[in-house]
């Protein structure tokens, strides 16, 4: 058994490395984890990490001119397949952040958050959304294994993916309104929030991963 890391040159790839070898530590698992900018590895995989980390326009391009962008087309199809970050933002059709084209897997367009948003209290709240905030499950999935309901992950962004089929909605966040943070369907799953940067929780997650059967 193997998983890939895909490497793009763009993304927190060692923390991602590590996190997921701690990940299969807890798991039991046997899988070689492998980071790697090689298609054919990728190809070969039984499952697939996908990070991100950057501008959008950027990363699109690093996966394109990296000659990956087949490979994880191909894992979307019929792989267990995590992706993080703008490495989720990717899958949707198209981003308002340098008005870019995504791999339209999931229908929908990344936003940028407004300007001038206030919180309860009517405290301001600053772009990007950095930090850590509660997720909450409103669909049950099989990487929710013993994650309690509105536990804590750490996230960095200025724009959140917003789908267009609610039913692959599987996880929201507020800042202050709603906003989706986790998306899902079949084999696929994928986060707005640093699993990799999550602590205890993010470990949990990549350990439910590595265990997933679809």
């Not at 991602?16 to 790697?36: M, N, P």
Request: glycine share 10%.
């Amino acid at each position: 058994m193997k998983t890939a890391i895909v490497d793009y040159g763009m993304g927190n790839l060692h923390s991602v490395l590590g996190s997921v070898r701690e990940a299969a530590r807890l798991a039991g698992s046997r899988t070689q984890i492998v980071l790697t900018d090689k298609a054919e590895e990728v190809a070969a995989a039984d499952r697939i990490v996908f990070p991100g980390q950057g501008a959008m326009p950027d990363c699109m391009a690093a996966l394109n001119n990296s000659g990956l962008g087949e490979a994880v087309a191909d894992g979307l199809k019929n792989k267990p397949f995590f992706g993080i970050c703008v490495g989720a933002q990717l899958l949707f059709d198209y981003s308002e952040e340098g008005g870019t084209h995504g791999i339209g897997l999931f229908a929908g367009r990344v936003k940028r958050f407004s300007d001038g948003l206030t919180d309860s209290a009517g405290g301001r709240l600053k772009v990007p959304h950095m930090g850590w905030n509660t997720v909450h499950q409103i669909r049950p999935h099989p990487l929710f294994r013993d994650i309690p309901q509105n536990t804590h992950f750490y996230f960095v962004h200025s724009y959140y993916f917003a789908p267009q089929d609610e039913s692959t909605i599987l996880a929201e966040s507020d800042y202050p309104a709603p906003f989706a943070c986790i998306v899902g369907r079949e084999n696929v799953f994928a986060t707005q929030f640093h699993a990799e940067k999550s602590h205890d929780a993010g470990l949990i997650l990549l350990r439910n991963f590595l265990s997933w059967r679809i």
